[in-house]
């Protein structure tokens, strides 16, 4: 599986287990960073806080990198939209999640969209409608090495307990709806 997507609402630890994977050797490409640097980022959407993408011109862009022979890791809430071997979907506990993006100082209305989007599965559900294989990890305990380890066995083909759909928060569904 030469490249891999890792991906997830944000704060479900997406850096972090990237940054281990980076230390442990393996190339990772931080998607937004690339974003940046290549001149790929649209229009602002202000109420929103975030910015329009390109996904064809972005997907383009990747094409160097994903020729390449050895296994690399796209870090991004993105990767599951571009073209790759597998899809890993972090997901996080939505209170704990709330906390992670209240602790980054983003706005009340940001926190609950974001919360609202992991209880919903809508990355996971995204990931699904694709052919690529799924692999769903709950990073709600546990460190940043503990999934890269999962990670790291899944893409060795020695982790099968992690298809997605095991996952399933919906019993907070009041207290964000």
């Not at 602790?103 to 009340?108: D, K, Q, T």
Request: glycine fraction near 6%.
């Amino acid at each position: 599986m030469p490249l891999i997507a890792i991906t997830g609402t944000p704060g479900t630890g997406k850096t972090s287990v990237s940054e281990e994977l980076r230390s442990r050797g393996y190339k990772v490409v931080d998607i937004n960073r690339h974003l940046r640097e290549h001149g790929l980022l649209g229009e602002k959407d202000v109420p929103r806080d975030t910015y329009e993408v390109d996904l064809d011109a972005l997907n383009d862009s990747l094409t160097e990198i994903r020729d390449s022979p050895d296994t690399v890791f796209m870090d991004s809430h993105l990767s599951h939209c571009l073209d790759c071997h597998a899809i890993i979907v972090l997901r996080c506990d939505p209170k704990v999640l709330a906390e992670r993006l209240k602790a980054r100082g983003y706005s009340e209305a940001k926190v609950t969209e974001n919360v609202q989007v992991e209880l919903l599965d809508v990355i996971l559900c995204e990931a699904t409608d694709s052919d690529i294989p799924v692999y769903e990890i709950d990073c709600t305990s546990g460190t940043a090495s503990d999934t890269a380890d999962t990670i790291v066995g899944i893409i060795n083909g020695m982790d099968n307990d992690h298809s997605p759909g095991k996952i399933n928060w919906t019993g907070e569904m009041e207290e964000w709806f």
